[in-house]
């Protein structure tokens, strides 16, 4: 896979300082993504509404999912407080369902949205579904009826990997509204046996909070880190028609209310029903009590980072990864392999994970600095540091040892020509001085990777000031790669920019724990 040939932090650092201050202040709260859901075979829905907010103030009325019974929080360690597991609070994307390959799910749903809105349903698509005679007649499953119920039930053997859920009654309005989620089928045993089994850490001694040790059944589908992303838009008129019509009284099965959902013009560009930068804040952060997932994903070095990828709205979204290219393992839970050789992998290498509504895939993205052609720990002659290079030219003799899979090519090679802190000279560039670069209380120009990155690329005497760093470069100093939609539109909220499909991937030094509990 081919890399960008510099961080998109120093990029930004330079074209756009004070939106790289505003995103890393937020970035130095302790918030990641992981997969956070609630797990097991018996699920029950509530279809409800409640109101959502945006980062421009806008509060909007939605109609999301809340699991009011039958599901525990998973991954383990995860301690929601609102929109927790089966805690009764409607949540827009709904809650993620996760479940075990081989087992027979049952998913009721009641419909507790107002009469005005009429009967609803889920679809799950890619699974053979049963009713019985539960619910009403409707036109693509049977539905719940105004405070009525309908009940699911499908396998999952074969279906390992990433689903969406979504309504099947009325979309254009219901879907819009916010009714869609993500099952998650985990494979047959916990994961190939191939891979690194999930136990309390990873083989690097950082906690492990895999939802299993593959996304398939496949030696080629080991990974490390694990985040879910569903991307949705809104568009505000409908929300407002719907909003303005729901107390009308009504018995009629399709509802009364009349939406004009064409023209179709979103406003607000979501990812797990959040724009940036409220996506960056934690799981269940109290201020989104119906907007609990995040999308704040971290990594180390080399590690395969499984990413969970769903469309969820009516518009395509070509989703650019910054660092590095997507590997795409299968979409809809359909593995893709090689049609002459069944243990080779065959999905296509993605420069944007483009989304096709009701599509998910499931994808592999990593980075390890190669090729960038300098030392991104800021290692020089003298210092002691040593990398010993693998057969595939990675420090990966020491898991725990602070510049793991380094890229030995590069070590003690020098980026600056004239550095001003303790930097061996001799590279191709000069940087800014620090005093000039740094601007309000984060300073973000350091070009490597450690924890102490900062102290490296700036001499003794902080910049700025003691006190005054929010990021503190003595436990986190990373990398930042802009990870955002390649339609430009989606990366403005209400047309303010920045906001939208926008997050960043941070890649950690080794040392840097990264603590995915919340």
């Not at 890649?507 to 840097?512: G, T």
Request: charged fraction near 10%; hydrophobic fraction near 35%.
């Amino acid at each position: 896979m081919s890399q960008m040939n510099a961080p998109t932090r120093i990029a930004i650092t330079r074209l756009l300082p004070v939106l790289v201050i505003a995103l890393t202040l937020l970035l130095s709260a302790t918030a990641y993504a992981a997969a956070p859901g609630v797990q097991g075979t018996n699920f029950a829905l509530t279809a409800a509404p409640a109101f959502i907010s945006q980062p421009d103030g806008g509060v909007i009325y939605s109609w999301g999912y809340a699991c009011s019974g039958g599901g525990t929080a998973t991954p383990a360690g995860i301690a929601p407080t609102i929109g927790s597991a089966c805690g009764g609070v409607m949540q827009v994307p709904g809650p993620t369902l996760i479940v075990t390959e081989g087992q027979t799910v049952t998913v009721t749903l009641t419909n507790n949205l107002p009469a005005a809105a009429g009967n609803t349903s889920i679809l799950f698509s890619g699974f053979q579904v049963t009713t019985g005679s539960t619910g009403v007649a409707g036109l693509l499953t049977r539905e719940a009826a105004h405070a009525g119920t309908v009940t699911y039930t499908f396998p999952t053997t074969g279906k390992a990997g990433t689903h969406a859920y979504y309504s099947g009654t009325q979309g254009d309005l219901q879907v819009e509204m916010g009714l869609y989620g993500a099952i998650i089928v985990l494979p047959l045993g916990g994961g190939n046996a191939a891979c690194n089994a999930v136990s309390s850490t990873l083989p690097d001694g950082q906690p492990d909070y895999r939802l299993a040790s593959s996304a398939y059944d496949h030696a080629a589908t080991c990974y490390d880190r694990e985040y879910l992303f569903q991307f949705s838009e809104i568009d505000p008129k409908i929300h407002r028609q719907a909003e303005e019509q729901a107390d009308l009284a009504c018995t009629i099965p399709s509802g009364c209310m009349q939406v004009a959902t064409e023209p179709y013009h979103p406003a607000y560009f979501m990812i797990n029903g959040r724009s940036m930068p409220d996506d960056m804040d934690p799981n269940y952060a109290p201020q989104y009590p119906h907007q609990p997932y995040n999308g704040n994903p971290h990594m180390h070095p080399g590690e395969q980072v499984l990413l969970r990828v769903i469309g969820t709205g009516r518009w395509q979204h070509p989703f650019h990864e910054h660092g590095n290219h997507v590997r795409i393992l299968g979409r809809d839970g359909n593995l893709i392999l090689s049609s002459t050789d069944a243990t080779r992998l065959a999905g296509p290498l993605l420069f944007t994970t483009t989304t096709t509504p009701g599509l998910a895939m499931d994808g592999i993205f990593y980075w390890t600095g190669k090729g960038l052609n300098w030392d991104v720990y800021g290692h020089k002659p003298g210092d002691g540091s040593t990398c010993t290079a693998d057969a595939n030219g990675y420090n990966t003799s020491s898991p725990s040892a602070p510049n793991y899979y380094e890229w030995c090519a590069d070590h003690n090679k020098p980026l600056e020509t004239h550095p001003f802190g303790t930097v061996g000279s001799g590279g191709p560039v000069t940087l800014p001085d620090p005093n000039i670069l740094a601007d309000g209380p984060w300073y973000g120009g350091s070009p490597y990777l450690g924890p102490d990155a900062t102290g490296k690329a700036v001499s003794p005497s902080p910049i700025p000031p003691s006190g005054t760093v929010a990021n503190d470069p003595g436990s986190e100093a990373g990398f930042a790669f802009m990870w955002h939609s390649h339609n430009e539109r989606e990366i403005t909220t209400n047309n303010i920019f920045p906001g939208g499909m926008m997050m960043m991937m941070l890649v950690d030094p080794q040392a840097y724990t990264i603590n995915e509990s919340n």
